[in-house]
């Protein structure tokens, strides 16, 4: 996300050069680029992230000379805490081995995999101007991390892992939002929040049903059947306290 969020920067001001009028534009696109994609978490990603990797005198290490020294501090910082929490000990050890990252790169015996994950596939893009994509998968890097880094950089493979596999949008969020908005409904007025998780759960989880051949349920039918079932509960309390 960050590299790609630095490219576009690049075209915004390019943008705002060729129209003098539109004067603010890269300051708008500066504010949210501060407070979001140079955050951290980001930062920290797009440093351990194997496909962003350099070769530099013969060994592959992550690309530190593409950020300023405060940056990567506030990336070092952000990887100790998330290994070691309040932890002072394991926030140590997570800061030895970043400096030993920094300092060796990817261990000889480690780096086989990494030319593959670092490789480009061109494409043209609708201007006609060749751009290259990543197409190393992202459970190829987590594999390279778990399998060939794990054994000597412990803690920041634990990072690792949590910083490639987070979120870079709030369209999960979103959806979930929208979910909960077709749920409740004015027709469902008395529905609880318990069964109304137990519904929002069952609608998604019928969605990786459907990605598997198995048939996705509808909103009505996620509500019918539980609405049934929690009525039979009902009746079933009644008749014992009878």
Same mark, same amino acid.
Request: charge should be neutral; hydrophobic fraction near 40%.
């Given at each position: 996300? &960050?590299?790609?969020?630095?490219?576009?920067?690049?075209?915004? $001001?390019?943008? *705002?050069? =060729?129209?003098?009028?539109?004067?603010? /534009?890269?300051?708008?696109?500066?504010?949210?680029?501060?407070?979001? @994609?140079? %955050?951290?978490?980001?930062?920290?990603?797009?440093?351990?992230?194997? @496909? &962003?990797?350099?070769?530099?005198?013969? +060994?592959?290490?992550?690309?530190?000379?593409?950020?300023?020294?405060?940056?990567?501090? +506030?990336?070092?910082?952000?990887?100790?805490?998330?290994?070691?929490?309040? +932890?002072?000990?394991?926030?140590?050890?997570?800061?030895?081995?970043?400096?030993?990252?920094?300092?060796?790169?990817?261990?000889?015996?480690?780096?086989?995999? /990494?030319?593959? #994950?670092? *490789?480009?596939? +061109?494409?043209?893009?609708? $201007?006609?101007? =060749? /751009?290259?994509?990543?197409?190393?998968?992202?459970?190829? !890097?987590? !594999?390279?991390?778990?399998?060939?880094?794990?054994?000597?950089?412990?803690?920041?493979?634990?990072?690792?892992? !949590?910083? #490639?596999?987070?979120?870079?949008?709030?369209?999960?969020?979103?959806?979930?939002?929208?979910l909960w908005g077709n749920i409740f409904t004015k027709a469902r007025n008395r529905l609880g929040q318990e069964r109304a998780e137990k519904l929002i759960f069952i609608r998604q989880n019928s969605?990786?049903?459907?990605? !598997?051949?198995?048939?996705?349920?509808?909103?009505?039918? /996620?509500?019918? %059947?539980?609405?049934?079932?929690? *009525?039979?509960?009902?009746?079933?309390?009644?008749?014992?306290?009878?």
């Amino acid at each position: 996300m &960050y590299p790609v969020a630095t490219q576009l920067r690049a075209h915004v $001001k390019a943008f *705002e050069e =060729k129209h003098p009028t539109l004067k603010g /534009v890269l300051s708008l696109f500066d504010k949210r680029y501060e407070s979001t @994609i140079r %955050s951290p978490a980001m930062l920290a990603a797009y440093l351990l992230d194997p @496909i &962003y990797f350099l070769q530099e005198e013969g +060994d592959w290490t992550p690309p530190f000379s593409k950020l300023s020294v405060p940056d990567q501090k +506030d990336a070092k910082q952000f990887v100790c805490e998330l290994y070691g929490g309040a +932890d002072k000990e394991k926030q140590a050890v997570a800061a030895k081995e970043w400096d030993l990252l920094e300092l060796s790169g990817v261990p000889t015996d480690c780096g086989g995999p /990494v030319p593959s #994950l670092v *490789e480009r596939k +061109d494409i043209t893009d609708a $201007k006609g101007k =060749k /751009v290259g994509i990543e197409v190393a998968a992202l459970s190829l !890097r987590l !594999r390279f991390w778990r399998k060939k880094l794990k054994a000597t950089f412990q803690a920041l493979a634990f990072a690792a892992e !949590r910083l #490639l596999c987070m979120h870079a949008t709030t369209c999960a969020a979103e959806r979930n939002w929208s979910l909960w908005g077709n749920i409740f409904t004015k027709a469902r007025n008395r529905l609880g929040q318990e069964r109304a998780e137990k519904l929002i759960f069952i609608r998604q989880n019928s969605v990786v049903l459907e990605s !598997r051949g198995r048939g996705v349920l509808f909103d009505e039918e /996620v509500m019918m %059947s539980l609405l049934g079932s929690g *009525e039979e509960e009902e009746e079933e309390a009644v008749e014992a306290s009878v």
